[in-house]
């Protein structure tokens, strides 16, 4: 199974401040079409995640641009140029590649 | 809009079985699959099968086989998984998504609690 390793687990972040997560996996997630299948949830408190980044670095339908993933193989970033309020909770990277799909053990974003 | 609906919260005791819901609404359901993921109690995301809504194809994870059993009706536009053997580690939110592969949207999550 490929493993997903974020750090860190935990992100305090001062509102308007950048902050970044990073996303290592046992496997290249490159497939021969070019694509990186690595994608970025977020999970707000009491809700259902939420499809962030897909293949890499394509931000989902109603994200906002202050998102952006970026990496390639086995090397994967989710930034996010000015934290809001709004971004509190936990993100997950997971690989749609092979199965068993995995995830990463979330990192916990809260504002300082 | 694309929704995913799923059925309510279930209490079981150990040992018993169950069967959760998850009703497609704003798509055609026979183009994309369906992919379950759990969530324990203040704990992480973990994958536990998808199903092909086209064909009925299914993928399980090694650590769910012989317990887990996905099914869909393409007539109802809703996809099952039925769940045998709890135990109370199998108390958790369990979510479906649509699978494009990534997961684009997601149910309300249903909770199962497994308890005597």
């Known amino acids: 199974d490929i493993v997903m390793t974020q750090s860190p687990l935990s992100l305090p972040v001062t509102p308007g401040e950048p902050a970044s997560i990073s996303c290592r996996t046992t496997q290249s997630l490159l497939h021969i079409n070019g694509y990186n299948y690595l994608d970025w949830y977020l999970q707000r408190p009491g809700q259902s995640p939420q499809l962030l980044i897909y293949?890499?670095?394509n931000r989902a339908s109603g994200v906002p641009d202050r998102f952006s993933g970026s990496g390639s193989g086995t090397d994967f970033t989710l930034k996010i140029s000015r934290v809001e309020a709004e971004d509190v909770g936990v993100y997950y990277c997971m690989q749609p590649l092979h199965t068993p799909y995995t995830f990463g053990q979330g990192t916990r974003l809260e504002i300082k | 809009q694309v929704q995913l609906v799923q059925s309510g919260p279930e209490v079981k005791e150990p040992g018993a079985s169950v069967k959760l819901s998850c009703k497609a609404y704003g798509y055609s359901f026979t183009t994309f699959g369906i992919t379950w993921v759990r969530q324990a109690p203040g704990q992480g995301l973990e994958w536990m099968g998808g199903i092909s809504a086209d064909n009925g194809d299914t993928s399980y994870p090694q650590k769910f086989q012989g317990r887990v059993t996905m099914s869909t009706d393409t007539s109802t536009n809703t996809a099952y998984m039925d769940l045998r053997g709890l135990r109370s580690d199998d108390t958790a939110v369990y979510y479906c998504?649509?699978?494009?592969?990534?997961?684009?949207?997601w149910g309300q999550g249903t909770l199962l609690t497994v308890s005597s």
């Open positions: 998504a649509r699978d494009v592969p990534s997961l684009d949207f």
């Open positions: 293949l890499g670095s």
